[in-house]
């Protein structure tokens, strides 16, 4: 398990296959209520608890790709980490995530291609020890780090 690094994220050299970062968000109904503000979907299984009661999943639910979303933290704050740039994401989802629970995001660097600065990386989600999503995303790593800017006088 890799912590952040500490530069903010971790350059292309620096990373090797098996590496892997997780972090544990608690879904709430704030998170659900922002999420639907931001993404403009206002779906009654995520947002009305009556409507919610009388569907398959018995209550609310929270959006699928806001459980997807804490994969994408992960990569954006551990592993890679800063300067790390989506360019494709898989998913797949299993069962329902509720407000209330703990959502594990795991991402696992599967391959490595340094001839296009691009890294593979396995990306699952759990809910109390059963995974509930997982898939691949692909992201370019920056080379090195850039120098910081220097202030003139």
Known sequence: MVDPHPSGGYILGELSVGMTAEKLTTVTDERVSHFAEASDDFN????????????????????????????????????PGAGAIYLGQTLNFYKPVRIGDGALARVTVASIDEAAARVLLHCEVYVRGELVMDGEATVRVPRRRRPPKTVSA
């Open 44 to 79: 009654p299984v995520h947002m009305n608890e009556a409507f919610a009661s009388s569907t398959a999943y018995r209550g609310r639910i929270a959006h699928g790709l806001l459980s997807a979303s804490f994969g994408s933290a992960v990569v954006g704050t551990i592993l």
